[in-house]
Nanobody
Framework: VQLVESGGGLVQAGGSLRLSCAAS????????MGWFRQAPGKEREFVAA???????TYADSVKGRFTISRSNIMSMVYLQMNSLKPEDTAVYYC?????????????WGQGTQVTVSS
């Protein structure tokens, strides 16, 4: 299994970014997918997850601002991030096979940096 994130970058507070994660190497369409983030000096935390059917779950800190989606045909998962805040600054990771709110997921990408300036 290989997960490759893209779309990170530098954005001003209030701006938007869309992260993408390309999955390969197994049956993507039946796996739950998730996004996590880790800020400097902090533990990795759950951001959002989506089941193979498209049911989504969010951390309270991003609810109403972030949207997770997936394309089973393209083996892609996305994270649309709006109204970004400086506290959203972190390395964002894509993960496959796990449960919402837990960080014990089976497969992980390398991460993409998101920096939100004030």
């Amino acid at each position: 299994v290989q997960l490759v994130e893209s779309g990170g970058g530098l954005v001003q507070a209030g701006g938007s970014l869309r992260l993408s994660c390309a999955a390969s190497g197994r049956s993507f369409s039946s796996s739950p997918m998730g996004w996590f983030r880790q800020a400097p000096g902090k533990e990795r935390e759950f951001v959002a997850a989506i089941t193979w059917k498209g049911s989504d779950t969010y951390a309270d800190s991003v609810k109403g601002r972030f949207t997770i989606s997936r394309s089973n045909i393209m083996s892609m998962v996305y994270l649309q991030m709006n109204s970004l805040k400086p506290e959203d600054t972190a390395v964002y990771y894509c993960a496959e096979e796990g449960s919402p709110y837990s960080t014990k997921w089976r497969y992980w990408g390398q991460g993409t940096q998101v920096t939100v300036s004030s």
